[in-house]
């Protein structure tokens, strides 16, 4: 974190009153009457407002919201969502109908000190998502400092992630400080040894999140479907489940480097299995070596639970990307539910550091009542694989430009 500048230095740099921007990441789900389904990036957020909003300056906020693809989309507003903003914060929350130009000036040249102003989604404009010049340097236009809040946007090289840092003093925020911090204690320089679970449906998604991981921890946890292919590549059968045949080569490679790096890859010994992917189907517990052709692998068996938890008896960092089965419908949430609350346990006993995000992850460890006792979670996504890939983040990059 050393290469980057805090928010206490802004509030030293920053005369008060000034303007800051800081982008946030708003895209959060809404329900069909408007209202926020999931406030967990908004609660994230809160401790950097509350920070610049009592140390006096105006603030602005620049966030994308789906997809509108340079075009105003009134479905696409972030009206909405400053509403429940300013519900959360329990103050104000201005909005200004777009993040550039007049709107954007005058909404927060208008602010009180301490003030906030949710502008209009960035993505209204085309050159957002093109990181376009001249839309930088329209966005920094009325500030005096920029902060980037945004982890999980960060993969992106957007005008408010990456261009406006190379017109306004940049800071780090809040949020993104635990985000690397975690992160950092996960990858950068974890404790050992280092577990990761890796699950997911298939290999051909995550070959460059297994590829780096399997370089830089002790012990690889494959689950979900993604597993059928690896116990394939080992000359198992199984049976009709999801098993992707053209990457069985890929799969005894990735075996096959993890071995040369000191890598232990965890596959499952038995298997929960049924007909077909669907409610009210009872779980058969069989041996990996003993699926028959006309069942599906949909969870990992009690044996495999065992060793996956006697990993994390031994470990001081665990990764987790992805669940272990398909945690959607009963019985087959069991594997991921039982490693996930002895991994929390674990963590609450101050034996392992457990940082998990990407994906189907949060919701499949929300399921399992286990997120909040996890030392961190991420609710990044996208940018969260790249970082396990062992790729640079631009957003992060031009933190420290």
């Not at 980057?4 to 005369?15: A, I, N, V």
């Not at 906020?61 to 075009?71: A, C, E, I, N, T």
């Not at 992917?277 to 990992?300: H, N, R, T, W, Y």
């Not at 994906?359 to 996890?374: P, R």
């Amino acid at each position: 974190m050393s290469d980057f500048k805090t928010l206490d230095q802004l509030s030293s740099d920053t005369p008060r009153g000034g303007v800051v921007l800081i982008r946030a990441d708003l895209n959060v789900p809404l329900d069909e009457h408007g209202a926020v389904r999931d406030a967990t990036r908004l609660e994230r957020l809160s401790p950097s407002l509350n920070k610049l909003s009592n140390d006096g300056f105006r603030i602005g906020v620049l966030s994308h919201f789906g997809r509108p693809k340079g075009q105003r989309v009134v479905e696409m507003s972030l009206a909405p969502v400053a509403d429940a903003l300013a519900a959360l914060l329990g103050q104000p929350v201005a909005f200004a109908d777009d993040c550039i130009g007049e709107a954007a000036a005058d909404a927060l040249s208008a602010l009180a000190e301490g003030g906030i102003c949710v502008l209009e989604n960035t993505r209204f404009h085309a050159g957002e998502e093109a990181d376009a010049t001249d839309f930088a340097e329209a966005l920094a236009a009325p500030a005096a400092a920029y902060v980037n809040d945004a982890f999980s946007a960060a993969h992106r090289a957007h005008a408010s992630t990456h261009g406006i840092t190379k017109y306004l003093p940049t800071y780090c925020g809040l949020a993104m400080q635990a985000e690397l911090d975690a992160l950092n204690a996960a990858l950068g320089a974890p404790k050992r040894p280092v577990v990761a679970v890796v699950g997911g449906a298939k290999i051909s998604t995550k070959l460059d999140l297994l590829g780096n991981l399997s370089a830089r921890v002790d012990t690889l946890v494959i689950g979900g479907g993604m597993a059928n292919t690896f116990l394939a590549a080992q000359g198992h059968s199984v049976g009709k489940s999801l098993c992707e045949d053209a990457m069985l080569d890929t799969a005894r490679a990735i075996m096959a480097e993890a071995e040369k790096q000191g890598c232990a890859i965890l596959l499952p010994r038995d298997a929960a299995i049924a007909s077909e992917f669907a409610a009210g189907q009872i779980a058969e517990i069989v041996s990996c070596d003993a699926v028959p052709d006309d069942k599906m692998i949909l969870d990992a068996g009690p044996d495999g639970v065992a060793d996956i938890c006697a990993a994390f008896d031994q470990a001081a960092t665990l990764i987790w990307n992805g669940p272990l089965g398909t945690f959607e419908i009963e019985p087959f949430d069991a594997a991921t539910n039982q490693a996930a609350q002895h991994a929390a346990a674990l963590t609450q006993k101050g034996q392992l550091t457990s940082v998990a995000g990407g994906g189907d992850t949060v919701a499949a460890l929300n399921h399992a009542g286990a997120g909040e006792n996890f030392s961190y979670v991420s609710t990044a996504g996208g940018a969260f694989l790249e970082w396990l890939e062992g790729k640079t983040l631009p957003g992060v990059a031009a933190l420290s430009a």
